[in-house]
């Protein structure tokens, strides 16, 4: 029976032959390489900087479109905030044959020389989310791959853009668990920022731990390149980052690895 005709089940909810939250067919014809910022109205940012640019769906915080930056392809899915929305994106990338996906978006600096607008590449992440320990141990490794690394440092230099590569840090909680303030209560235990900090993790966000070891585990190949929105060194804040964005956005499309 054509997957399209079958009655949708709740642990495989395909509904006329659609996925459940990318609601595209799975029989799409997608590129192999995806760019994934959090927030979909980035892909606004991405169709600026593309030579052409079409939407292919727009479902909650799941936007997917489909560019051409010279003469090359490229796919891009916002993943919305947090581990639980980026596992759904890279499950269902995946079931569709994506091959190699790319987080852009923005962090908060833990070193007091990185400067809002710089950008971050991390190597590796520290898993501190919640959706990847579904799928394997804690002590597996959140790395990203080392060729696609090197591209996007590569890509920074040619711009000029002040880049920092190094081992960065994912936690699923934005208040709590990144050591902001909350009014009228204190948060129990010792500050995650400052021991993190002291390991030389050098940046926090709350996705690319998830997309990396999920990339890993399904054959894929993944890396970020992440604006810098703070400094929780300096408590310096970047008010208006569609600049650093837009940088980041096209740092990514100007690698060679849309070319592979």
Request: charged share 25%.
């Amino acid at each position: 029976m054509n997957e399209g005709f079958r009655k949708p089940t709740a642990s495989n909810p395909i509904e006329n032959g659609k996925l459940p939250h990318l609601k595209l067919s799975i029989d799409s014809k997608v590129p192999k390489l995806f760019f994934l910022p959090g927030d979909p109205d980035r892909l606004k940012l991405f169709e600026e900087a593309a030579d052409s640019f079409e939407y292919l769906s727009v479902n909650r915080e799941f936007s997917t479109g489909i560019g051409t930056f010279g003469g090359k392809e490229f796919g891009v899915c916002s993943t919305g905030i947090g581990g639980g929305s980026s596992e759904i994106v890279m499950v269902e990338l995946h079931s569709l044959g994506v091959e190699r996906v790319v987080r852009v978006g923005g962090c908060g600096a833990l070193r007091e020389d990185i400067k809002c607008g710089d950008m971050i590449i991390n190597s590796g992440a520290v898993r501190l989310g919640g959706s990847s320990k579904m799928y394997v141990r804690v002590e597996y490794p959140a790395v990203a791959d080392p060729f696609m690394v090197v591209e996007l440092a590569k890509s920074a230099s040619k711009k000029g853009i002040r880049a920092h590569v190094g081992i960065g840090a994912t936690v699923d909680s934005y208040y709590a668990g990144q050591g902001r303030c909350i009014e009228g209560f204190e948060i129990p235990g010792s500050s995650l920022p400052e021991e993190l900090s002291s390991a030389g993790v050098i940046n926090f966000d709350m996705e690319t731990e998830t997309i990396f070891t999920l990339a890993s585990l399904m054959g894929m190949k993944a890396a970020n390149i992440l604006a810098v929105h703070g400094n929780r060194k300096t408590d310096e804040w970047l008010i208006d980052y569609r600049s650093a964005q837009l940088c980041a956005i096209e740092t990514a499309l100007e690698t060679d690895f849309l070319t592979l």
